[in-house]
């Protein structure tokens, strides 16, 4: 049975989603913060977010003061080790969008997260392109080398800034800070996955971090509809097919319930 329209404030909205999704066959899905919410996984720019709630914080992942400063290192390691992210399970949005990959219509699944939750929740790997990295590994700054993550924070009670094993360099998560340059080859294959699509969903993320939200004009240029699933507005709601201001965890499960039925109705 599938999901009724009329548990969503404006079931309108919901039925112009959910019909662009049944018809389309190739689905791009771009995440961001509040996909992990559900999880316990604070988002950045919401009204309770990280950033909102602690301007300093965002100061911390900048690269010149993480590079410049011991205390900002050792600071973002003690934050790194208490993490919400280690003990974190996979929630409903998670879960769906694995459920969406099994319809066969997912095309990609372009994350701004850096939790993994995606890849725990069920979605393969490689259909999975993170865009601001993973905090799962560290990687050296100097000689490049990756370690787990896990392993450098075992390291915290010795050393409060654990230094690269092979060359001694600093070391970081393996993610995007403000002032570091996106992974071309990690542009090239969210470019590709956002011009061949029927379907642009945006979920949980504020659109408002460009590059990243700039993949939203690139596929409505090339003829993709844009759907935005997301608890606050964003600057591409006026553009966007179909808009949908929900908790997450029950309209993308329910959005995806209806592709699944769609996907069976049309058979193998």
Request: one cysteine or more; proline letters at 5%.
């Amino acid at each position: 049975m599938t999901t009724d329209s009329t548990a969503f404030a404006d079931p309108g909205a919901f039925e112009r989603a959910a019909g662009l999704l049944e018809e389309a066959d190739r689905i791009t899905v771009l995440t961001g913060a509040g996909v992990s919410t559900d999880s316990g996984i604070p988002d950045f720019r919401g009204p309770h977010g990280v950033w909102t709630t602690d301007p300093d914080a965002q100061a911390q992942a900048d690269i010149t003061l993480y590079t410049g400063d011991v205390d900002v290192r050792r600071q973002v390691w003690s934050q790194r080790r208490a993490h919400q992210v280690w003990d974190a399970e996979p929630n409903a949005a998670h879960r769906a969008l694995a459920d969406l990959e099994r319809t066969g219509r997912l095309r990609a699944l372009i994350t701004q997260n850096i939790d993994g939750l995606h890849q725990r929740g069920g979605v393969s790997a490689e259909r999975v392109v993170e865009v601001h990295g993973t905090m799962l590994w560290v990687r050296c700054l100097s000689c490049g080398r990756r370690t787990p993550t896990p392993e450098v924070l075992a390291r915290l009670d010795e050393e409060s800034d654990p230094r690269c094993a092979d060359c001694g360099g600093i070391q970081k998560s393996d993610t995007v800070s403000f002032g570091q340059n996106l992974d071309p080859d990690v542009v090239q294959a969210a470019t590709r996955a956002t011009r061949d699509c029927d379907v642009f969903l945006a979920v949980g993320t504020s659109l408002t971090v460009h590059p990243v939200a700039g993949l939203c004009d690139m596929a409505m240029m090339a003829g993709a509809s844009l759907v935005v699933v997301n608890g606050e507005e964003t600057p591409y709601d006026d553009f966007a097919s179909a808009v949908l201001h929900e908790p997450i965890g029950r309209a993308l499960p329910a959005l995806v319930e209806r592709v699944t039925a769609a996907a069976r109705r049309a058979g193998p």
